[in-house]
């Protein structure tokens, strides 16, 4: 990214260049809050739609360097790559770890409070907690 920017703001005076500087703060910015908001916080959902939104933001960037300076864009291609890959994942974890709409919390994180004492150890509560999950899915495919 780093690399790309530098050369967009070598080739350009500061005027032909704003938006594409504009548009690179947004994307940097949302770099810079997703992992927090994903394992600090763990809102996994926000995660998803700020990883989408940086998707989105280095689609509209990449031909803007594009027609700046070529290899400025071609050099953004491996970190497209990498962050379609880390949106795939994003949606699959939020996927397969849905979240409960009576406490805003899913299994995981039940479970990690469980654990917060530090005693990782698989007690009867989580068991409990892993047979009521069971049965639900369960219901479901029934």
Request: charged share 15%.
């Given at each position: 990214?780093g690399?790309?920017?530098s050369r967009?703001?070598?080739?350009?005076?500061s005027?032909s260049?704003s938006?594409?500087l504009?548009?690179?703060y947004i994307?940097?910015?949302?770099n810079?809050?997703?992992?927090?908001?994903f394992?600090?916080?763990?809102?996994?959902?926000l995660?998803?739609?700020?990883?989408?939104?940086?998707?989105v933001s280095?689609?509209?960037i990449?031909?803007?360097?594009h027609?700046i300076d070529?290899i400025?864009?071609y050099?953004?291609?491996?970190?497209?790559c990498?962050?379609?890959?880390?949106?795939?994942?994003n949606?699959?974890?939020c996927?397969?770890?849905p979240?409960?709409?009576?406490d805003?919390k899913?299994?995981a994180?039940?479970?990690?409070?469980l654990?917060k004492?530090g005693?990782?150890?698989?007690n009867?509560v989580?068991l409990q907690?892993?047979?009521r999950?069971?049965?639900?899915d369960?219901a479901?495919?029934?």
């Amino acid at each position: 990214m780093g690399v790309s920017v530098s050369r967009i703001v070598k080739s350009t005076s500061s005027t032909s260049s704003s938006m594409v500087l504009k548009l690179w703060y947004i994307h940097y910015a949302l770099n810079l809050i997703w992992a927090p908001i994903f394992f600090g916080y763990q809102k996994f959902r926000l995660g998803l739609i700020i990883s989408i939104l940086l998707v989105v933001s280095l689609g509209l960037i990449m031909p803007l360097y594009h027609a700046i300076d070529p290899i400025s864009a071609y050099l953004q291609v491996p970190y497209l790559c990498w962050l379609i890959f880390a949106t795939v994942l994003n949606y699959q974890f939020c996927k397969l770890n849905p979240m409960d709409e009576s406490d805003g919390k899913n299994e995981a994180m039940r479970q990690a409070e469980l654990c917060k004492d530090g005693k990782a150890v698989y007690n009867d509560v989580m068991l409990q907690n892993d047979l009521r999950g069971l049965q639900k899915d369960a219901a479901r495919y029934a």
